[in-house]
């Protein structure tokens, strides 16, 4: 079913409207709160060329009160105000021009004139994520400045990008998990439809978008969501963020309708193709259908023609989600690459061995959440996004430093070729497929005091490491507070040409893994992958007749037995390779490698893979 010029973007299997809001109709707007806690009266203020209003809610039972209010139209400010009290943000707020603490607007999501009628939605099928921050990508910071690099993201050969949160948060400049207004774009980046014509040019660029949203914890700063209800938090469920939200308590009908709008708003009013859950682990819920049950099978709904096939569907006891960040595949390769062991790498051991039950597993035998989320064998490998970098991995270390700032340039290619070829979804974080030179920093912009708080939380947070147990040393780490920080944390662009050969390797790469008839296949039975050495992992992938080798070499030169993988063919004799890390296209020296008597010579620091045809 294509989409249409209307408030939803497919004509969907179940109408959705949101519970409350601002909802533009034919000679006003009605306006509807959940306030529990108000004891006597609501009302709604709003603003027009004659002056400010006060107009008396009607209370409707269980909290919920509703007005409707005459000629109010789009582009009005609008508060609520609980028992005379202060005026206060919408929590189903579309638009907070002014900032948390200002006055929403009312929005009319039906104007936008969109343009991708014929886009038919992402589905897993041959996905590759590119992970970015709306505010870092480019020098301007905004949605309408990220429209001009589409062309080239498209050109990389990603099939979606995957914009950090972009509710609307504190200051000028924030990650996006301090959001507050969960229905609001983020003023720093634009207007509701600077979003929407990012998303419409993105589906005619022939790129889907996914939206990464926040159920776990509101952020610190402007978060009035308990002004009006007490029972929007969890009176038994805690997280690392603070009090958990209420999914399962008294008043949690109401909090559980806030996370499942949300998710349909974004979906039918901004046309986005799929939702990253952040930390799914703190969505705290002890109800017999857990609130992420409920939100994907909701946003399916919503999502109406738009076909998207389940990692794991609810009745096999999945939570209706299409995949999982599989994080054991990037600790394993950070370890086995930097010999990081503090923190939470101190679990992993960075084998060869680890890193090629990642690639058959989707997990590493040696991490947790196996126990807790056993990979089911119809699991496919989509179902688990891979990465050697992400915000979170870049970003929560004490300078930003991406991998390829610890290891050498021909080490990251390998790295680099590993996880393109290897069947899971691929994920890049912005600026790993051009090795770029700039970190991602955590950085914020509250209010001075808790400025302060949240600079020396994030020193303190490191005091574990072995390099910052020195106060004095921990004070050289970048104050979140600074505009520096933000500022340092800026792709420089122009580095696609500066370093071009890494680039060519990844649009290689990613063209490669498109249209080849191996690589373009994600079933995990028919992938094995072998640790030949310390430093050396085969991983073999066929689909019919057709097979496909990779050999990936983090070390030295070495000779090589190959009769080490099992799974290949018997008799099978063409060799041609494919593609080499080492090809002097993509900045490497052009080293072949020989074949002898007792094995293969394969050249160092070197990533090769071939195609294996029958001998004829």
Not at 16 to 39: C, D, I, K, M, Y
Not at 40 to 63: I, K, N, Q, W
Not at 554 to 579: A, K, N, R
């Amino acid at each position: 079913m294509t989409s249409t010029n209307t408030r939803n973007y497919v004509e969907p299997n179940t109408p959705w409207t949101p519970a409350f809001g601002a909802q533009l109709e034919a000679g006003g707007t009605r306006f509807s709160v959940w306030a529990p806690n108000a004891r006597e009266s609501v009302s709604v203020v709003h603003y027009d060329p004659a002056g400010r209003r006060d107009v008396p809610m009607t209370p409707l039972g269980d909290g919920r009160y509703e007005a409707w209010v005459s000629r109010v139209e789009a582009g009005t400010r609008y508060a609520f105000r609980l028992d005379g009290g202060e005026e206060r943000p919408d929590p189903y707020s579309r638009y907070q021009p002014d900032g948390v603490h200002g006055p929403s607007q009312v929005v009319d999501p039906s104007t936008y004139a969109w343009g991708d009628e014929g886009w038919r939605g992402t589905g897993r099928e041959g996905l590759a994520i590119y992970e970015l921050h709306v505010g870092t990508m480019t020098p301007e910071g905004t949605f309408r400045a990220l429209i001009g690099e589409l062309a080239e993201l498209k050109a990389l050969g990603v099939t979606a990008i995957e914009l950090m949160p972009v509710a609307q948060c504190p200051g000028d400049r924030n990650w996006g998990y301090d959001g507050v207004n969960l229905f609001a774009p983020f003023t720093a980046y634009g207007a509701p439809d600077d979003l929407r014509a990012l998303v419409d040019a993105a589906h005619n660029a022939g790129l889907g978008v996914i939206l990464d949203v926040v159920y776990n914890h509101f952020g610190p700063e402007g978060a009035y969501q308990g002004v009006f209800a007490d029972a929007y938090f969890s009176e038994t469920h805690h997280t690392d963020w603070g009090a958990g939200l209420n999914w399962d308590g008294p008043g949690s009908e109401w909090v559980r309708r806030f996370a499942i709008d949300n998710a349909c708003h974004w979906i039918s009013e901004y046309h986005i193709d799929g939702l990253r859950l952040d930390a799914t682990h703190a969505i705290i819920d002890d109800s017999p259908v857990h609130l992420v049950q409920e939100l994907t099978a909701r946003a399916r709904e919503v999502a109406g023609g738009r076909e998207i096939t389940r990692a794991r569907a609810i009745s096999d006891g999945g939570e209706g989600a299409d995949g999982i960040w599989a994080d054991d595949f990037h600790h394993e390769v950070r370890v086995m690459l930097t010999n990081a062991h503090e923190n939470y790498y101190a679990a992993y051991n960075g084998s060869t061995v680890s890193i090629a039950k990642a690639i058959e597993n989707g997990f590493s035998p040696v991490t947790t959440i196996t126990d807790a989320t056993p990979v089911d064998a119809g699991d496919l490998a989509s179902a688990f996004v891979f990465c050697i970098q992400n915000h979170d991995q870049v970003g929560n270390r004490p300078f930003g430093d991406r991998l390829h700032h610890e290891i050498n340039a021909a080490r990251y290619a390998v790295a680099s070729t590993l996880l393109l070829f290897a069947p899971e979804t691929p994920l890049l974080f912005m600026g790993q497929e051009f090795a770029a030179s700039t970190p991602f920093l955590y950085f914020t912009d509250h209010p001075e005091e808790l400025g302060k708080l949240v600079t020396r939380g994030r020193r303190e947070e490191f005091a574990g490491f072995g390099a910052f147990h020195d106060p004095v040393l921990r004070e050289t780490i970048p104050d979140p507070q600074a505009e520096a920080t933000f500022l340092a944390s800026k792709l420089r662009l122009d580095e696609r040409e500066t370093n071009a050969g890494i680039y060519r390797l990844y649009r290689d790469l990613l063209a490669l893994r498109a249209s080849d008839p191996v690589l373009s296949h994600n079933d995990r039975a028919t992938t094995r992958a072998v640790a030949l050495t310390s430093q050396v992992i085969a991983v073999h992938r066929w689909h019919g007749d057709e097979h496909r080798l990779l050999l990936a070499n983090f070390g030295s030169e070495t000779t090589l037995d190959l009769s080490g993988i099992p799974s290949l063919p018997e008799g099978w004799h063409g060799w041609s390779v494919m593609l080499s890390s080492g090809w002097s296209r993509f900045g490497g020296d052009d080293v072949k490698p020989e074949d002898r008597d007792d094995g293969i010579v394969f050249p160092a620091r070197t990533a090769m893979i071939w195609e294996i045809s029958p001998n004829t």
